[in-house]
C-alpha cells in the first residue's frame, strides 16, 4: 500500500495514491540541512509517467509531497512535488533536458479550492475515455485511446492513443472539442506504455517492471535470447504487452562475457580413442560437453572450459591425450540406479477383504429362482440365546437332501450310478 506522504520503497520519496513507483526517485540528500533551498528548482510528478521541472522563483518553503499549482499552457496543473534540492540538477541531465527549454514556474501552494477542482477533473476522466472511443470508432480509426488526463484545472485533456500505422486524427480532435469543450492533445504511446500504464503481474509472478521502477524503455532483440540459450518460442518470449520481455536484457551481458571464454563450436577435439564434437555449453559455470558423434548425444563427456583448452593445445602441438577427463581424474563407474529404493514393494496391494462363508446353499427350485432374481438382502437374523450347558456333544441331525438312498447300498452312497458302454452286435452272415 502507498501513503499519500511516502512510498513503500523508501523513507525518502513521496508519491500519489494514484501514481505507481516507477517515477520515485531516492533522495540521498534529504537529510542534509539546507539542501532543499540550494537550488530553485523543483520537480513535480503528475499522474501517471508525467513529470516536470518547474523553477520556484518565489522561494516557497516546498518539500516533498507537496501539492502545488504549476504554471501550464494553457493555465495551471495540480502535481505533487517529488523532489527537491541539489539532486534535482542530475534529474534534469538525467532526462536530456536542453539548457535553451523556457522552464515554467510554481505559482503557489494548492489551496482547497484549487484541490476540489481538481479532483472534479480527475473523475470525468473515465468517462470522457468511453466516449472519446465510441467516436474514433464511427470515424473508423484505426487506433486506441488507453487512457485520458485532465489537467488540474480543467481546461485541457490529453488523450493517449495506440496505434500501429499513421493516423489522421484532425477530424477527430473537432469532434472531441466539441463535444468536451477543451483543449485536446493527442500524445501517441507504445505497447510497453501501455502495459506499463494499466500493470499487471508477469510470469514470474512479480508486479511488472515497466508498472514500478521502469521508466526508459530499451529495445530488445532475439539476439538477447540467443546468446542465453533460450529457446526461441514466442508465447515464451513476450510479455504482457505482446512484446519481447524487458528482461531478457537483464543478463545478457554476463552471458556475452562468458560466452568470450568458450572454444569455438566447429573445433573438434582428439584423444586416442576418439574425436569428441561439441554438443552443448553452460556459459556461467563454464562448462563444456562434447560427443564421440556430431548432433547425437553419444558418449558425452563433460569437462571444463580450462581442459578444453589444454587439450586444443595439445592437438595443435600434434599430441593427443588419452582422454577429455585430467590425467589425474579417473571415472567414476556408472552404476544401475535403484528405482524403488527406499519404496515398498507392496505398496500398491491392496488390503483384501475376508470373505464370511455361508452354512449352506439353496438347492433345486429354490437356488434357480434365486440366480433369476439375483441376490436378494437376508432378513436379519435373531439374536441369539444362551442355550443351557449341554451333557457332552451330541451328533447333528442329517441335513435334508444329503439322506442315503434306500436302493442304493451302504458303500456306494452318494455315487452316480454309471453304465458300460454297449458292445455292438456281429452281424450273422448264416441264412
Request: glycine share 6%; net charge positive.
Amino acid at each position: 500500500m502507498v501513503t499519500p506522504d511516502k512510498c513503500v520503497t523508501c523513507d525518502k520519496c513521496s508519491c500519489d495514491c494514484d501514481t505507481r513507483c516507477n517515477l520515485h526517485a531516492y533522495n540521498w540528500l534529504a537529510d542534509i540541512p539546507g539542501n532543499a533551498t540550494e537550488t530553485e528548482y523543483v520537480e513535480v510528478h503528475f499522474k501517471n509517467t508525467r513529470k516536470g521541472f518547474y523553477r520556484n522563483s518565489s522561494h516557497l518553503p516546498l518539500k516533498e509531497g507537496d501539492m502545488v499549482a504549476v504554471e501550464a499552457n494553457p493555465g495551471h496543473d495540480i502535481g505533487r512535488v517529488s523532489m527537491t534540492g541539489s539532486l534535482v540538477k542530475l534529474q534534469m541531465k538525467k532526462a536530456n533536458l536542453k539548457p535553451d527549454v523556457e522552464i515554467l514556474r510554481v505559482f503557489r501552494k494548492a489551496k482547497p479550492a484549487d484541490l476540489e477542482r481538481f479532483e472534479q477533473a480527475k473523475a470525468r476522466e473515465g468517462d470522457t475515455m468511453i466516449r472519446s472511443r465510441k467516436i474514433a470508432a464511427d470515424l473508423n480509426l484505426k487506433m486506441k485511446i488507453g487512457d485520458v488526463e485532465y489537467q488540474g484545472d480543467g481546461n485541457k485533456a490529453i488523450f493517449y492513443y495506440i496505434a500501429d500505422e499513421r493516423v489522421d486524427f484532425r477530424q477527430l480532435i473537432k469532434d472531441l472539442a466539441a463535444t468536451f469543450h477543451v483543449r485536446i492533445e493527442m500524445k501517441q504511446i507504445g505497447a510497453r506504455q501501455e502495459a506499463g500504464r494499466i500493470g499487471g503481474t508477469g510470469p514470474c509472478g512479480r508486479e511488472l517492471c515497466c508498472a514500478t521502477w521502469m521508466k526508459n524503455f530499451v529495445s530488445v532483440s532475439t539476439n538477447a535470447a540467443r546468446f542465453q540459450d533460450i529457446s526461441l518460442n514466442p508465447q515464451k518470449l513476450a510479455g504482457m504487452c505482446a512484446k519481447l520481455k524487458c528482461c531478457l536484457n537483464y543478463e545478457v551481458d554476463d552471458y556475452i562475457e562468458a560466452n568470450k571464454k568458450l572454444p569455438a563450436r566447429d573445433i573438434v577435439l582428439q584423444t586416442l580413442d576418439s574425436d569428441y564434437f561439441f554438443f552443448k555449453s553452460d556459459a556461467l559455470a563454464q562448462l563444456v560437453s562434447y560427443t564421440t558423434e556430431k548432433g547425437n548425444p553419444a558418449n558425452m563427456e563433460t569437462i571444463s572450459v580450462r581442459r578444453a583448452w589444454e587439450i586444443i593445445e595439445m592437438n595443435k602441438a600434434g599430441e593427443k591425450p588419452l582422454s577429455l577427463l585430467d590425467d589425474h581424474a579417473q571415472r567414476q563407474p556408472e552404476r544401475p540406479v535403484d528405482l524403488l529404493a527406499g519404496e515398498s514393494i507392496t505398496r500398491f496391494d491392496r488390503s483384501k477383504k475376508k470373505k464370511k462363508k455361508k452354512s449352506g446353499k439353496p438347492q433345486g427350485a429354490k437356488a434357480q429362482a434365486e440366480g433369476k432374481q439375483g441376490r436378494q438382502p437376508s432378513a436379519p437374523q435373531q439374536e441369539r440365546q444362551p442355550s443351557a450347558p449341554q451333557q457332552g456333544r451330541q451328533p447333528s441331525a442329517p441335513q435334508q437332501g444329503r439322506q442315503p438312498s434306500a436302493k442304493q447300498p451302504s458303500g456306494q452312497q452318494g455315487k452316480p450310478k454309471t453304465q458300460a458302454p454297449r458292445q455292438p452286435k456281429p452281424k450273422s452272415t448264416d441264412k
